[in-house]
């Protein structure tokens, strides 16, 4: 099998699990209790292992949370007064966590995106005023893997409004591109198992002065930020996860970019159009195979034992991708819509068959419905 | 004291010679229904009674019957001696403690020593003096205490009734083939044709790759969810995927439907005869889309010989989704899955379509080719 939909989720790290299972099932105590000292330093290494790779440790901060959706749900409903500006481009945790706000009072503004699924940066910041709470701009965008340059636009957001926090959704970058926080940003979201963790295992990153309100309330763990007992297993499997990932991170975006390349140019052109930027995360490669269905694709794919996406696999079950849609495209380009990405186990090899078999089931699909 | 529940069955009194041949039937479905769970099955006059079971199944029980066909009523009771002390100390069992009550005595004991009358008049007595919050009514009582005294030297007490299933018992009415699809209706037409003793058989087209396996899995749920009415237990399913696309590339696309239901009323018939079902049941309801209107109905029709039940035809949407919900079908029926890929879809499928019309364009098909190997996907589920 070529499993070649690793924005969905990647193949947790056997090591990383072994690891991290044995020291949890090993030390189980509750690393809040008095006596829960060894689980609880564990917990900080773990903490500041992953915060370091991306961030510095005087200026930021970083909660646990149970995935990049908690976190970006965690961040906008932090910040929602007055008027918050999202860029049309979001994952559906932003975007509907913007609507929870909306709902509340919040004028929700929508900064348009471009054909590749980039943020119009103009426009967005034509809609920050200085009654805008919040600036959320994903990092690199899910679906067609376009890269906002994040630190640049942060920067210019808290000129024209210093008050303004400005949050990114950082779970398609972190582990995959260099990234390092500035100042300019006050929030970040990341997430365990696009990177060989486990399921169910994020962190929002915070500007230390930065006012975070939680989303849960109980115990008082994680700096009375998010309260719940630790998840001491996905914890340590995901600083695991991501040490190994950082070590050959330029190498593997180098190497991935060339084999991204390579399965575009053995696509037929008969069939298929693309979408991502060339500049764009070396980890996704988004088509669209025109005038055909992507989810039928995609089933005649799996047959021959290649596993792709369709636009997001958490929107997959409407019929076109809101995302997709915003990027402007027509409704023959939008049915016919693949995700192919990456993680560093992928080989050029299985991106040259992966083109050969996309080639194959389009002209199949082609040929069936005329 | 022993906890029974008392059966009574709908129309099978009103079969002549034949009544033997019914009881046997429901006997054998009420046995299949409690398979399982721990229970002795006794038939009495006029009616069955459930004993031996263990009291933390009851509920379990009770949901089951309630969902055999041919089940008019039956009552959660207390199997005691016939004395007068026994039978009073189950009837404080099972009497509510407030409000109007009466008590109804039935002899089958002609023997027994007091009158039907002498006997509720005691034991209601009885009850008045113990329970203060209670008051006889015995024209228009909120409960009835009902008293069963039996040949046996036992009487039965109970005090609730609750409603069967009704309808008759399934197998008494013969085997039919419904054409299940993942929708609202199908699986009301199947619960209702089985109500009426018809024993159900399933049949569902699928187009893969144009539709995936949660349409599959979705109807297979279904299918799950009718066998609980005694519907089939498995299911049989056949891919008419080749069949659209030829249809979409050779026929007017306004008849893609029309066509479509053609066929597939031509293979159901098949499958039907393999399995002797002696007749098609489907879901169609008068005009509810555009292939089911009288002339839509008259072009599937043309194709078969076997008489096609539509036990909904004269049924609103909203009746439907109300009986559907009853059945518990309807959670699982909207379950966003398609059964048919729009890729097929016409944007305005003919409402009266012409025979001739659709005679015509079916001439481009090859009809047979197309049916055999439709036939030859046919796979067979256990559920």
Partial sequence: ?370 | MEKVIIIRYAEIHLKGKNRGYFERVFCVNLERAMKGLKHELHRTSGRYLVAGFDDAQTEEICGRISRVFGVHSYSVGLCVPYDLDSIYRAAQEVCPKEGSFKVATHRADKKYPMTSMELSAHIGGRLLDDFPALRVDVHDPEHTVCVDIRENGTALVFAKFEKGAGGMPVGTSGKGLLLISGGIDSPVAGYMMAKRGMNVELLHFHSYPYTNDGAKEKVKELARLLSRYSVSGKLTTLNVAHIQEEIHAKCAAELNVTLLRRFMFRLAEKVAREMNAKCLITGESLGQVASQTIEGITSSNAVVSLPVLRPLIGFDKDEIVLVAKKIGTFETSVLPYEDCCTVFLPDFPAIKPKLSFIEEEEKKLDVEALMREALASKEVFAL
């Fill in chain 1, 1 to 370: 099998m070529i499993y070649l939909d690793n924005a969905a989720t990647t193949a947790p790290d056997r090591e990383a699990f072994l690891k991290a299972a044995q020291f949890s099932q090993e030390h189980y105590l509750n690393p809040s209790a008095q006596y829960g000292g060894e689980v609880s330093a564990a917990l900080k290494e773990a903490r500041g292992s992953i915060l370091e790779k991306i961030a510095d440790p005087a200026q930021f901060e970083l909660v646990f949370t149970s995935g990049g959706t908690e976190a970006d749900n965690q961040a906008l409903l932090s910040c929602g007064r007055r008027n918050a500006v999202i860029s049309a481009g979001e994952h559906a945790a932003v975007y509907e966590a913007g609507l929870q706000l909306k709902s509340a009072g919040v004028e929700l503004r929508l900064a348009p995106i471009e054909k590749d699924g980039g943020v119009n940066e103009e426009k967005l910041l034509a809609l920050v005023d200085d009654k805008t709470s919040l600036v959320s701009v994903v990092h690199v965008n899910n679906e067609t893997g376009a890269v906002n340059d994040i630190f640049g636009l942060a920067r210019r957001v808290k000129e024209k409004n210093p008050r303004c926090a400005f949050h990114s959704d950082g779970v398609q970058a972190f582990g995959k591109l260099p990234v390092r926080l500035t100042k300019d940003v006050d929030l970040y979201s990341v997430s365990a198992h696009k990177i060989g963790g486990l399921k169910g295992t994020g962190a929002l990153i915070k500007r230390k002065s930065f006012a975070l309100q939680p989303l849960l309330r109980g115990g008082g763990q994680e700096g009375n930020l998010r309260s719940g007992t630790e998840n001491v297993l996905g914890i340590l499997d995901f600083a695991y996860a991501a040490e190994k990932k950082f070590k050959t991170l330029e190498a593997d975006a180098a190497r991935l970019r060339v084999c991204r390349e390579r399965l575009w140019q053995s696509l037929d052109e008969k069939f298929y159009v693309r979408f991502s930027p060339e500049s764009g995360s070396p980890y996704i490669l988004a088509v669209s195979a025109r005038g055909l269905r992507g989810e039928i694709l995609q089933r005649l794919a799996a047959e021959r034992g290649l596993i792709v996406g369709t636009g997001s696999a958490c929107s997959s079950k409407k019929p076109f991708s809101r995302v997709l849609e915003a990027c402007g495209h027509q409704k023959e380009i939008l049915n016919g819509v693949l995700r192919l990405s990456f993680s560093p186990e992928t080989t050029e090899e299985e991106t040259v068959l992966a083109a050969q078999t996309l080639n194959a089931v389009a002209a199949e699909l082609g040929a069936r419905i005329g």
